[in-house]
């Protein structure tokens, strides 16, 4: 068993155990699904998020082995992944984290982190951009923070795996940005061109219907890339059009003059 707390939560959470106090966490739940739950809770005057594994058994480890996925098994990616990039400013605070067992199927695990208040997600705050676009200084702001999070998440060897508009949380009153939902991120000391091209791929394609410009896609280029890279640009693109011609049936009008 491996368990990191602040002294203070161990001590108040000793009994009968703080590993079990841990799971059974009471709050308001956001996302609940076969072996894994997400809530928000109180402790201590302030709101956390925890994110709690239950195993996720036998048939699910095949399954994603048999489609040559690398199966989730608890929070472990998801804390290593913010360990390496907390001090950069763009992941949630982590707070503690925990898990135990040897069998990978029910092997139980969690993640807390602080609770990002005043915040929304860059997907709803641009839902409407296409109609009601925004002052160029904001837009291009926004741009180059999601460029300057994915250049320093590549270089550090961490690709996300669900790089889309809805995990980057806008913090209102400062317009800052932060990157949630870390559980499925793979850590390497070099990212692969493919695991680029998908994450960048994700956020271009989640995008595509913002009303973006060539101008605000070069701006992005420029900042992840300080020198251009067709072959790169070129697979990006055809991924994303691939997936939201998957997605919605129809084409994408992804680039507006």
Request: proline share 5%; glycine share 4%.
């Amino acid at each position: 068993m491996k368990l990191l707390l602040p002294p203070s939560w161990i001590e108040r959470w000793k009994t009968p155990a703080v590993f079990d106090y841990a799971l059974s966490l009471q709050g308001e739940i956001f996302r609940e699904q076969p072996g894994r739950k997400t809530l928000k809770f109180h402790e201590f005057g302030r709101n956390y998020f925890i994110k709690m594994h239950f195993g996720v058994g036998w048939k699910e480890i095949f399954k994603n082995l048999i489609q040559f996925k690398f199966p989730i098994l608890g929070a472990q990616n998801e804390v290593y992944a913010i360990e390496r990039l907390q001090h950069f400013n763009f992941t949630p605070k982590l707070m503690g984290y925990g898990w135990r067992g040897n069998n990978p199927a029910t092997q139980q695990s969690f993640v807390i982190t602080e609770a990002l208040e005043n915040t929304i997600s860059l997907e709803d705050y641009c839902r409407d951009w296409k109609t009601h676009p925004p002052t160029l200084k904001e837009k291009w702001h926004l741009i180059k923070q999601a460029a300057h999070i994915a250049k320093t998440m590549h270089e550090k060897g961490v690709n996300h795996r669900d790089f889309y508009i809805c995990h980057f949380l806008l913090h209102k009153n400062t317009n800052h940005l932060t990157v949630i939902d870390w559980h499925r991120a793979q850590l390497r000391s070099k990212v692969p061109f493919r695991w680029k091209v998908k994450d960048i791929a994700g956020l271009l394609f989640s995008s595509m219907d913002l009303g973006l410009t060539q101008r605000d896609l070069w701006r992005f280029m420029r900042v992840y890339n300080k020198a251009y890279e067709p072959l790169f640009w070129r697979c990006v693109i055809k991924r994303a059009v691939k997936l939201y011609r998957k997605t919605f049936k129809r084409e994408p009008n992804y680039v507006q003059r």
